[in-house]
């Protein structure tokens, strides 16, 4: 059964730091990408970091230089460091394979707020 479960959110002031983390199950463990996208209220849900075969990691420009996504293939995760964080970086964050094939999970709220 295919299933991506997002941890790691919170409530954040700005400038501080976040470590979102997903778990994958199922088939599409074996996806040679991964990505993080999000979704700001009222906004269509983004690509913000993908690693794709060979550990090449990709940023959109909003995010270059204070996000890292990383991959751990023997835990079945993939992994977003989030440093530096903006009031517009508030979303709710998602994982899937890049691009998105698999059923999108619960997401996890990412707040940044003084």
């Known amino acids: 059964q295919v299933q991506l479960v997002e941890s790691g959110g919170g409530l954040v002031q700005p400038g501080g730091s976040l470590r979102l983390s997903c778990a994958a199950s199922?088939?599409?463990?074996?996806?040679?990408?991964w990505g993080w996208y999000r979704q700001a209220p009222g906004k269509q849900r983004e690509l913000v970091a993908r690693?794709?075969?060979?550990?090449?990691?990709i940023y959109a420009d909003s995010v270059k230089g204070r996000f890292t996504i990383s991959r751990d293939n023997a835990e079945n995760t993939v992994i977003l460091q989030m440093n530096s964080l903006k009031p517009e970086d508030t979303a709710v964050y998602y994982c899937?394979?890049?691009?998105?094939?698999?059923?999108w999970g619960q997401g996890a709220q990412v707040t940044v707020s003084s």
């Open positions: 899937n394979t890049w691009p998105a094939l698999a059923p």
């Open positions: 199922g088939s599409i463990v074996r996806s040679p990408a």
């Open positions: 690693i794709i075969s060979g550990g090449t990691t």
